[in-house]
């Protein structure tokens, strides 16, 4: 038997792309003798829909992109996700479901069992688990464990689960798995997904073939990288990471045939997150309907990565830098912005803003007269930076990108409505020593981002001599401090018990904890790592609690 799996960037609601998408798939794997064309977890209407599975006419337009799909598999089985109505008259009104269709209509429904309610997921708002009614699905006589993103859970560590699905399946003597997924993208998820996959191969004894998708939802990105193993648990195949993808595995005696063990080679972190954030920004502007960015270029390195990276995957053509200096700009940064936009070929716009920031300054003399100058005249510079690049954004219908990297987000380092603004935060989710990291990627063949960006001392410069290491530890002691605290979730006790300064670790962690409502209000970010700011951790603006 010949088994395809079609890894798509699907687009949530466009059906019909989707659904163009996955006929496509259909007759590429007809004409090439395929028998099974497998699609991955609610590719019908893309992933996650969120609220849009409350409307009834988003489900029905599900149903009738699955006739369109029936019409099309004639001489071949289809395995496709899709959200399902609940006919019961309890739980929740939809099932997160697998349809297998044959000979032009849907022969077998396959409900999610075990609902990810964790983190960016949220299922149990929407879908009722399928916890009963467990059957293997069978193409041309063989048995088939068909599973949804089930296979990926390590049911040890969910004590509220007290079975797996192929706990039940493997009763029915299946031959194969089959695990259609979407599974997002984190740089240190890659290693964990093959581990569980793996380890579920040599736990049933049975070979496996996992389907992924690909592409970018907002700030939740799909990496692909769909796999096949035999029964040792050994990978035997691995498609395309951050692209669209299909392959045909034949499948006979129970074995996956003509593959050898290949070994496991994830890309290196840094290289995960290039390719993540470039999906990340193009689908984001594909998806909207927009082609055009712009962004604030100050000479640092974090806008000058994000600027090389928008150039990347718009075209520089696409990409408008508007470099804004303040009378405390030195001419060094806008040297080194000019000569970034001279290696990328971006547009570029020069406009001071130094008489924007007098004006206010003037009209607020008198209400703030004998008043020091402080954070209040720091953060009128950055918001008359906003005005401008907002004014490209409403004149011309560019997107504008948010500059701010995960260590300043955190810490509230940064002016709300001001250099925060943005429709999409692409740094949001990089911590300043990994944008160091990525600088260096950036340049690996040529010096696209200026060395002296990347040398020069972190700055804001809206006052005379402006380090950030005035304001902040080293940055490589911040986003160590960071990484407990925000990905491994340590307390302050345990986090001074590694060696960490005391007092630092209070100041640092009250500084997070107190920047959640600017948080709130930011751009969506791009997520990389496997706790990423929004959605993924939801902290109360006016909590108390200090860890």
Same mark, same amino acid.
């Given at each position: 038997?010949?088994?395809?799996?079609?890894?798509?960037?699907?687009?949530?609601?466009?059906f019909?792309?989707?659904?163009?998408k996955i006929?496509?798939?259909?007759?590429?794997?007809?004409?090439?003798?395929?028998?099974?064309?497998?699609?991955?977890?609610?590719?019908?209407?893309g992933y996650?829909?969120?609220?849009?599975?409350?409307?009834?006419?988003?489900?029905?337009?599900?149903?009738?992109?699955?006739?369109?799909?029936?019409?099309?598999?004639?001489?071949?089985?289809?395995?496709?996700g899709?959200?399902?109505?609940?006919?019961?008259?309890?739980?929740?009104?939809?099932?997160?479901?697998?349809?297998?269709?044959?000979?032009?209509k849907?022969?077998?429904?396959?409900?999610?069992?075990?609902?990810?309610?964790?983190?960016?997921?949220?299922?149990?708002?929407?879908?009722?688990?399928?916890?009963?009614?467990?059957?293997?699905?069978?193409?041309?006589?063989?048995?088939?464990?068909?599973?949804?993103c089930?296979?990926?859970?390590?049911?040890?560590?969910?004590?509220?689960?007290?079975?797996?699905?192929?706990?039940e399946?493997?009763?029915?003597?299946?031959?194969?798995?089959?695990?259609?997924?979407?599974?997002?993208?984190?740089?240190?998820? &890659?290693?964990?997904?093959?581990?569980?996959?793996?380890?579920?191969?040599?736990?049933?004894?049975?070979? /496996?073939?996992y389907?992924?998708?690909?592409?970018?939802?907002?700030?939740?990105?799909?990496?692909?990288?769909?796999?096949?193993?035999?029964?040792?648990?050994?990978?035997?195949?691995?498609?395309n990471?951050?692209?669209?993808?299909?392959?045909?595995?034949?499948?006979?005696?129970?074995?996956?045939?003509?593959?050898?063990?290949i070994v496991y080679?994830?890309?290196?972190?840094?290289?995960?997150?290039?390719?993540?954030?470039?999906?990340?920004?193009r689908?984001?502007?594909?998806?909207?309907?927009f082609?055009?960015?712009?962004?604030?270029?100050?000479?640092?390195?974090d806008?000058?990565?994000?600027?090389?990276l928008?150039?990347?995957?718009?075209?520089?053509?696409?990409?408008?830098?508007?470099?804004?200096?303040?009378?405390?700009?030195?001419?060094?940064?806008?040297?080194d912005?000019?000569?970034?936009?001279?290696?990328?070929?971006?547009?570029?716009?020069?406009i001071?803003?130094?008489?924007?920031?007098?004006?206010?300054?003037g009209?607020?003399?008198?209400?703030?007269?004998?008043?020091?100058?402080?954070?209040?005249?720091?953060?009128i510079?950055?918001?008359?930076r906003?005005?401008?690049?907002?004014?490209?954004?409403?004149?011309?219908?560019?997107?504008?990108?948010?500059?701010?990297?995960k260590?300043?987000?955190?810490?509230g380092?940064?002016? /709300?409505?001001?250099?925060?603004?943005?429709a999409?935060?692409? /740094?949001?989710?990089?911590?300043?020593?990994?944008?160091?990291?990525?600088a260096?990627?950036?340049?690996?063949?040529?010096?696209?981002?200026?060395?002296?960006?990347?040398?020069?001392?972190?700055?804001?410069?809206?006052?005379?001599?402006?380090?950030?290491?005035?304001?902040?530890?080293?940055?490589?002691?911040?986003?160590?401090l960071?990484?407990q605290?925000?990905?491994?979730?340590?307390?302050?006790? &345990?986090?001074?018990?590694?060696?960490f300064d005391q007092?630092m670790?209070?100041?640092?962690?009250?500084?997070?904890?107190?920047?959640?409502?600017?948080?709130y209000?930011?751009?969506?970010?791009l997520?990389?790592?496997?706790?990423?700011?929004?959605?993924?951790?939801?902290?109360?603006?006016?909590?108390?609690?200090?860890?």
């Open positions: 038997m010949k088994i395809a799996l079609s890894q798509l960037n699907y687009h949530i609601g466009n019909e792309a989707n659904t163009s006929i496509q798939a259909i007759n590429k794997a007809k004409t090439e003798g395929a028998d099974l064309v497998v699609f991955a977890e609610l590719a019908v209407c996650p829909p969120r609220d849009f599975l409350e409307f009834s006419e988003f489900i029905d337009l599900c149903e009738e992109a699955i006739n369109k799909i029936a019409e099309a598999c004639t001489d071949i089985v289809c395995v496709v899709v959200p399902s109505k609940n006919p019961a008259r309890e739980g929740k009104d939809l099932f997160n479901s697998a349809y297998v269709i044959q000979d032009g849907v022969v077998q429904q396959v409900h999610k069992a075990l609902l990810p309610n964790y983190d960016v997921f949220d299922e149990y708002r929407y879908f009722e688990p399928g916890l009963s009614n467990f059957n293997c699905i069978e193409v041309k006589g063989t048995r088939i464990a068909l599973t949804i089930e296979d990926l859970w390590n049911i040890n560590d969910n004590p509220l689960y007290l079975m797996s699905p192929m706990d399946l493997i009763k029915q003597k299946p031959a194969l798995m089959l695990n259609i997924a979407a599974s997002p993208f984190s740089y240190v998820h &890659d290693d964990n997904r093959v581990k569980v996959l793996g380890d579920n191969c040599k736990k049933y004894n049975l070979p /496996l073939l389907i992924n998708q690909v592409g970018a939802q907002t700030e939740i990105i799909f990496d692909g990288g769909s796999f096949a193993f035999n029964k040792e648990g050994i990978l035997l195949d691995q498609m990471y951050f692209k669209e993808d299909f392959r045909i595995y034949e499948f006979n005696n129970g074995e996956i045939e003509g593959l050898a063990p080679k994830p890309l290196p972190d840094i290289e995960q997150i290039h390719h993540g954030l470039i999906l990340g920004i689908d984001y502007f594909y998806k909207s309907g082609s055009k960015a712009v962004l604030g270029l100050s000479g640092g390195i806008s000058a990565v994000v600027c090389a928008a150039a990347e995957a718009l075209g520089p053509e696409n990409v408008m830098a508007v470099l804004m200096p303040s009378k405390y700009s030195t001419d060094h940064s806008v040297k912005a000019m000569d970034l936009v001279n290696n990328l070929g971006c547009k570029h716009q020069i001071a803003i130094k008489d924007a920031a007098d004006a206010f300054e009209m607020l003399e008198t209400a703030f007269k004998g008043l020091p100058f402080n954070t209040t005249e720091e953060n510079q950055a918001r008359c906003a005005i401008v690049v907002m004014a490209f954004s409403n004149k011309f219908g560019f997107i504008l990108l948010n500059t701010s990297n260590s300043e987000c955190a810490v380092y940064g002016t /709300l409505y001001g250099d925060m603004a943005g999409i935060s692409v /740094l949001g989710d990089v911590y300043k020593t990994q944008v160091f990291t990525l260096n990627y950036i340049n690996r063949e040529r010096e696209i981002i200026p060395v002296n960006s990347i040398t020069k001392p972190p700055s804001a410069e809206l006052r005379p001599g402006q380090k950030d290491s005035d304001s902040l530890p080293d940055y490589e002691v911040l986003d160590a960071l990484y605290y925000i990905e491994l979730k340590k307390s302050s006790k &345990d986090i001074i018990g590694q060696g007092a670790v209070k100041k640092v962690l009250k500084m997070v904890n107190t920047a959640e409502f600017k948080r209000q930011t751009a969506p970010i997520r990389v790592s496997p706790k990423a700011f929004g959605m993924g951790r939801r902290m109360p603006l006016v909590g108390k609690y200090l860890s």
